[in-house]
């Protein structure tokens, strides 16, 4: 496989982490916004159980407030894991595109060195082709004669 092909292969893996990022960090805000709005949800339920309790509750009442704050407190903790997931996904894909990007980085650098270096012995074919050319074209009595 060519540097070129390399090359090649490297940028479009940099492309899809950097689509990977995105996809990330998309599904991160949006877990985000849900803890907010999971999170409000449960003060109001709090305030008001706490000002029903004040009133006083039956017994049925009180179990169905806990098993409702149980069941949002774990739904809670799920969407924490997920953001906390994502979090370490971001991390760990990050993480590879920066060394993508610094392998895309070293092939071009070396891809140019290689250029450079080719360009270098066409050049010095070039000035040999024409130097040759040169000798042959002075004379042969203005040889001798010095």
Not at 69 to 86: E, G, P
Not at 119 to 142: F, K, L, M, N, Y
């Amino acid at each position: 496989m060519s540097l070129d092909s390399i090359r090649k292969v490297r940028a479009q893996t940099v492309e899809s982490l950097m689509m990977e990022l995105s996809q990330i960090a998309r599904t991160l805000t949006h877990s985000e916004a849900q803890y907010r709005t999971m999170e409000v949800q449960i003060q109001a339920d709090t305030e008001l159980y706490a000002q029903q309790a004040g009133q006083g509750l039956t017994i049925e009442d009180l179990l169905q407030w806990q098993g409702k704050m149980d069941a949002q407190r774990s739904a809670l903790r799920q969407v924490r894991a997920s953001i906390d997931h994502a979090t370490d996904l971001w991390q760990q894909t990050q993480e590879r595109l920066v060394e993508a990007r610094q392998d895309c980085k070293l092939l071009e650098r070396v891809i140019d060195q290689r250029q450079a270096a080719l360009q270098a012995v066409g050049a010095r074919r070039e000035q040999w082709a024409e130097d040759e050319t040169a000798s042959r074209r002075i004379p042969i009595r203005d040889r001798g004669d010095s």
